[in-house]
Nanobody
Framework: QVQLVESGGGLVQAGGSLRLSCAAS????????MGWFRQAPGKEREFVAA????????GYADSVKGRFTISRDNAKNTVYLQMNSLKPEDTAIYYC????????????????????WGQGTQVTVSS
């Protein structure tokens, strides 16, 4: 069993930056593909970014490409999401997720691909 805890959310002005962290416990995530998703009020949860177990394969939603960067530190059992040039439409609860897919060469971008979820961290971008 894996427990995921997100942190780093908050209130920021448009154009600002935040760095989200996802700390895992219970077992190592160093061999698992990981992802970030978000859910805005009244909307469905959507894919933001993901990476494979090594971090060499990454993917992003078109809406965040060039502004967000996903990374991982397997020694710390932690995944990060660096968010730059934030926009009001980035306002949402951000969730970290882990898969059972070990040592995969690719990342995953659908909700059903993920087996473990954190509780989320709120990101609010003011205009």
């Amino acid at each position: 069993q894996v427990q995921l805890v997100e942190s780093g959310g908050g209130l920021v002005q448009a154009g600002g930056s935040l760095r989200l962290s996802c700390a895992a416990s219970g077992r190592t995530i160093s061999r698992s593909a990981m992802g970030w998703f978000r859910q805005a009020p009244g909307k469905e949860r959507e894919f933001v970014a993901a990476l494979n177990w090594s971090g060499r394969s990454t993917g992003y939603a078109d809406s965040v490409k060039g502004r967000f960067t996903i990374s991982r530190d397997n020694a710390k059992n932690t995944v990060y999401l660096q968010m730059n040039s934030l926009k009001p439409e980035d306002t949402a609860i951000y969730y970290c997720a882990a898969t059972h897919r070990f040592l995969s060469g690719t990342y995953y971008y659908t909700l059903d691909d993920y087996d473990y979820w954190g509780q989320g961290t709120q990101v609010t971008v003011s205009s």
